[in-house]
């Protein structure tokens, strides 16, 4: 009976193996189910200062919603305009991060220009809300759409960050100047990174991009996504299996897996850039990145972070970012 046992269990696991490709191909191949957060709601965004708008391209995916805000000192909201406070707790296996973002106006100079953030896999808009907040308290207007098959997007399929970008593209050209004055910033996080430089290689108004946690390759991504979120069921489900379901979701909507390598696309941008990364994130490692450092590049850690914890802001990474902007200013 041991015996027996011993052989269903190892029969179940082939069949399990065998179909990992499978499963991985179609789960990518729907629309994410998306992450709750806390500050998710329509009131907690109207509170931040993002009004919700929906923009349509019926040949171009359909529609999509997306958060628009000016900078705090343009509306009437003192407390706002005087200070800002954001603090986030977020928990992955156990392991909290705490960020504490705390800055008065008078150590923080107002800034002008327009700055388009874009979330990562799985997410949606609301998940940038405290990141747009922050650029909005600097003195930006910010736009924060929703990636192709995530949120408000009519979109049955994602687009990898890369099918993401003439929607995009065709929002930001509807914008009429005043709530679009320049210079224009893109920031990206995760799987947003790689929709930012797609963005970025269709303008040639683009002042720099600003990179959170910057995801690998789709397929080792989602590798090191799995690891992460599912220790357990990554222990089970080899690598191989996964990319390869992963190539196979991407090769139905012809989208190459060179087109998810930053690595070999920033290069070609030559534009000022900021990439921020942990070395504790397997899915946009520090070192991954840091071969990239030069005079366009320059590559920041946020030490002992997981991935989800570098899409919002500490007033650490805030003396990066500032710096960085005065740096491309000048």
């Known amino acids: 009976m041991i015996r027996m046992s011993y052989w269903g269990m190892l029969l179940m696991c082939s069949m399990l193996l065998s179909g990992c490709a499978s499963y991985v191909e179609y789960e990518l191949s729907q629309r994410p189910q998306g992450v709750n957060w806390e500050d998710k ?191 357990n069921l990554s222990k089970v489900m080899p690598a191989d299996s996964i990319q390869a379901g992963v190539v196979a979701a991407m090769r139905k909507q012809d989208v190459p897996m060179a087109a998810t390598d930053l690595r070999e696309l920033l290069p070609e941008l030559d534009l000022p850039t900021l990439i921020v990364a942990s070395d504790k994130d397997e899915i946009a490692p520090y070192d991954y990145y840091l071969p990239l450092e030069s005079e366009q590049v320059r590559v920041i850690m946020a030490p002992g972070l997981h991935h989800m914890s570098l899409g919002v802001m500490d007033n650490e990474r805030h003396e990066h970012i500032s710096a960085w902007l005065d740096a491309v200013a000048d």
Do not use: W
Not at 162 to 178: C, E, F, T, Y
Not at 208 to 223: K, Y
């Open 41 to 231: 709601s329509a009131a907690s965004m109207r509170d931040l200062g993002l009004k919700q708008r929906e923009f349509c391209l019926p040949y171009l995916a359909g529609c999509t919603h997306y958060y628009y805000g000016k900078p705090y000192h343009l509306l009437a909201s003192e407390d706002k305009t005087k200070s800002i406070t954001l603090n986030a707790e977020l928990e992955v296996n156990g392991q909290v991060d705490v960020s504490r973002l705390d800055l008065q106006r008078e150590n923080v100079s107002l800034r002008s220009g327009t700055v388009v953030l874009l979330h990562g896999y799985g997410s949606d808009k609301s998940t940038m809300g405290f990141l747009a907040a922050y650029y909005m308290f600097l003195g930006y207007h910010v736009v924060v759409p929703d990636l192709l098959g995530h949120g408000g997007s009519s979109a049955k399929q994602v687009g990898f960050g890369v099918l993401d970008a003439p929607l995009i593209n065709g929002l930001i050209d509807s914008l009429p100047r005043r709530e679009l004055p320049r210079p224009l910033y893109l920031v990206g996080v995760s799987m947003g990174a790689v929709a930012a430089t797609h963005v970025t290689k269709q303008r040639q108004d683009v002042r720099g991009l600003m990179l959170f946690a910057p995801m690998r390759p789709m397929d080792q991504a989602t590798t090191a996504m799995i690891q992460l979120m599912y220790p």
